[in-house]
């Protein structure tokens, strides 16, 4: 791995900089990325870059052959998986990925089985981790809190690399990366995602899929980006703000079933209500929002149905079966585009690069 650039600008200085400007902190000097904190680190390239990786490692993995070569890639390197929030998908996804690669993977779910409950903070727990191991795979309810730890353990002996696997309500990067995955792999033989419109439905206000997905979305040409939610939970002016900036074309909307029709991909969420202060998500009716099997018949024979899971009633299950309906494999995807990022972290793609064409080309 080469050397990493979070050392070289004070905290104070570091959290004064608009998103926009972090991102090349993150990143090694060959433009690999070290920490991934945020989606406004990943430009273009660097995109098609991971997709493709991740489509190499996904076929690789097909045979016992190509499996022994992945897991020969990092078997000297330890990752801690440190998610002090629920979760399933991204959890067993990025442990899936550290297997495939070789990694030996360790865990801290509860904090109420860590020293915190000793009175430790969470900055010295995080650093106790990186005595231990070689990358850590973060997941915490504080905005900011991973960049803040990647700042600290950068300027310590013993930088290791951070990985936001979903912060507060503000940023989950690499959900983000796998729904771009999905997109490419789903509209690959349509000229990829450029021109394509984008419907995001459902709590858009506390998502942090969304947030992450629709900046993505911003690399690729001519892609429209719809947002459907009740007003309370209608998407923040802060994103709104960077598709302006960006010059990309959005509508906002309360109707549903008026956008059905000009989706070619419809990407559903669940009603954040863990960030309820007084059950106010209760109140607002969400019904509207389902994606219900009647609604099959309103969408194009091409258009994907996403959701970044869990989900609650906004898909109904009968949906399942219909081959539009994306998320199992999206899911599925996640496990190959964390693969190539790990991959690319501890600078193994060009390997993996070479045993494709080698074997698979
Ligand atoms: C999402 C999350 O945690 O933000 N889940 C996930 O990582 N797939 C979405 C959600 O919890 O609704």
Redesign the pocket.
């Known amino acids: 791995m080469r050397r990493q650039r979070l050392d070289q600008i004070s905290w104070e200085d570091f959290q004064k900089l608009p998103l926009s400007k972090k991102g090349p902190y993150f990143l090694q000097s060959d433009g690999q990325p070290y920490h991934v904190l945020i989606a406004q680190q990943f430009d273009r390239a660097s995109l098609d870059h991971l997709c493709h990786l991740a489509t190499r490692i996904r076929r690789i993995a097909k045979s016992k052959q190509g499996m022994e070569f992945l897991a020969g890639l990092l078997p000297h390197k330890r990752a801690m998986l440190d998610f002090s929030?629920?979760?399933?998908?991204?959890f067993l996804s990025f442990y899936a990925a550290c297997q495939i690669l070789g990694l030996k993977v360790a865990e801290v779910r509860d904090p109420a089985t860590s020293s915190e409950m000793k009175g430790e903070s969470r900055e010295d727990s995080v650093r106790t981790f990186s005595s231990y191991f070689d990358m850590i795979i973060m997941?915490t309810p504080l905005q900011g809190f991973a960049e803040k730890m990647a700042w600290l353990l950068s300027n310590t002996e013993r930088p290791i690399p951070i990985i936001n696997?979903?912060s507060g309500k503000d940023q989950?990067p690499t959900?983000a990366l796998l729904d771009i995955y999905t997109l490419q792999r789903s509209f690959e033989k349509m000229n990829g995602i450029e021109g394509k419109t984008i419907v995001f439905v459902g709590?858009l206000a506390r998502?942090?899929?969304v947030r992450s997905l629709s900046y993505l979305l911003t690399k690729y040409p001519n892609v429209t980006q719809y947002f459907v939610a009740p007003e309370k939970l209608q998407i923040q002016q802060d994103v709104l703000d960077q598709l302006d900036a960006a010059g990309v074309t959005y509508h906002v909307t309360q109707d549903f079933e008026a956008v059905l029709p000009v989706a070619d991909a419809i990407y559903m969420?669940?009603i954040?209500d863990e960030w309820d202060e007084d059950g106010e998500s209760q109140r607002v009716d969400i019904s509207k929002y389902y994606f219900k099997a009647e609604h099959l018949a309103q969408i194009k024979f091409s258009t994907i149905i996403m959701h970044?899971?869990?989900r609650r009633q906004e898909i109904a299950a009968a949906v399942d079966h219909d081959p539009r309906a994306m998320y199992w494999r999206q899911?599925r995807n996640?496990m190959w585009v964390r693969s190539a990022l790990i991959a690319s972290i501890f600078d193994r793609h060009e390997e993996i690069d070479a045993y494709y064409q080698r074997y698979l080309k």
């Open positions: 929030q629920p979760s399933s998908r991204t997941r696997a979903g989950h959900q709590d998502g942090r899929t969420t669940r954040q970044p899971l869990p899911m996640g």
